[in-house]
């Protein structure tokens, strides 16, 4: 199983931008779909983003399109999560996901690895 750590969390004022960062060990990720969540206080967890194997291929949910873009350094192994205009409904702890089974890359239950989280708190 691939193991995932996501870093670049962080305090940030509204309107401004943070990049997330997913790095993945103990198998090449290269060929995998891989994916952004988030979950608020008190909220079931979301979709954020995803990205196919080869990166030519994205999908948003509608809260952040156009404001964050996902990307993929597959010799790095890396996922990156770049957020700009941030809101305070963007607070949140951020998600990476793994190991993809399924038809709906915007359902959580269909990723079978998940990280540990990195803290976004975004103040107004």
């Known amino acids: 199983q691939v193991q995932l750590v996501e870093s670049g969390g962080g305090l940030v004022q509204a309107g401004g931008s943070l990049r997330l960062s997913c790095l993945a060990s103990?198998?090449?990720?290269?060929?995998?779909?891989m994916g952004w969540f988030r979950q608020a206080p008190g909220k079931e967890r979301e979709f954020v983003a995803t990205?196919?194997?080869?990166?030519?291929?994205?999908t948003y949910a509608d809260s952040v399109k156009g404001r964050f873009t996902i990307s993929r350094d597959n010799a790095k192994n890396t996922v990156y999560l770049q957020m700009s205009s941030l809101k305070p409904e963007d607070t949140a702890v951020y998600y990476c996901?793994?190991?993809?089974?399924?038809?709906?890359?915007?359902?959580?239950?269909?990723?079978?690895?998940w990280g540990q989280g990195t803290q976004v708190i975004v103040s107004s």
């Open positions: 103990g198998r090449r990720v290269s060929s995998y779909v």
């Open positions: 990205i196919n194997w080869s990166g030519s291929s994205t």
């Open positions: 996901a793994s190991d993809f089974r399924g038809a709906d890359t915007s359902n959580s239950q269909q990723y079978n690895s």
